[in-house]
């Protein structure tokens, strides 16, 4: 049984992503991880190259800016790091993603555990969200709870949409022009959580990111090629609560090196009005309303 993670990045630096730290994050239950890395101009492959490990392998992509509806570029990058993965399982991680060690093994446990169960196509993982510092997590309705990220090797899976989630397509076809909306994935649930480190970073790297994620999704005209003087505002989120647990251990240099502390000033806060008046009752019954399930939950299986 042979797992292959992989993960895509273009200036890793430029935009302030962890993108060193999750690779490592999940090299040791890797027996390859296949390095996407678009024409950067700040290091980025050099630093990937620095890792020296025998298991990384760098594919070099040039990013086609005309890709820029609904995400379509991040869809295929992550496209080409499927199309080169070896194992029986693969293991995505994006470059603002980490796995905690403490969950490696159970991660593994899992892996093997379904390895032969035909029914299991992959697991379902929960995410912590952290925004403005390492001390803080968005917990509102409005950031995804759960996502695929660990599924079994199928030539028919690809992204879906962007590169948030994943779908099986009978044709590359159908897949391509839109016309195949593709068949939701079967996962059972791993309490292994995701580390999502993508608003944790400067002020001005955040705005860099805030317009040029917003620019791949077709929502802006022009690319900003630095970071503006402009800093990101971190209050106008909705909500967020505090962080009491640790952080993986290949983040320690990262957060030492954070001089930023967040405080929310929840006057600030800009809330959409749906979810306004929903949270609430959200909160009381524990539940998330209307959610959003790119998959299919696999319950009572042993």
Known sequence: MKISGYGYVRNGFQYGVPFLESIQSVLPICDEF???????????????ENLNSPKIKIIDTIWDDN????????????NIGLEHVTGDWVFHIQADEVI????LPKILDY????????????FLQPFLHFWGDYNHIRNSRAVHKNEIRIFKNNPEIKSYIDSQGFRKFKSNEGYANGSEKGEKLKVLRLD???????SVRSTKKMTLKANNFQYYYGQKDQ???EAPKEEYNYHTVDRVGKFLGTHPKVMAEAIAKHDFVFEHDKSQAVWDKKDK????????LKIR??????YILLKNIK
């Open 34 to 48: 296949i390095a996407v890395v678009g024409d950067s101009t700040d290091g980025t492959r050099e630093a990937i």
């Open 67 to 78: 890709l820029k509806l609904h995400g379509k570029i991040f869809a295929q990058q992550s």
């Open 100 to 103: 905690h060690e403490n969950d």
């Open 111 to 122: 892996i093997k555990k379904y390895n032969d169960n035909p029914v299991v196509e992959g």
């Open 192 to 198: 292994a959580p995701v580390y999502h480190y993508n």
């Open 223 to 225: 690319k900003l090629s």
């Open 277 to 284: 008046l929903v949270q609430p009752l959200e909160d009381l």
């Open 289 to 294: 309303i209307g959610e959003y399930k790119n």
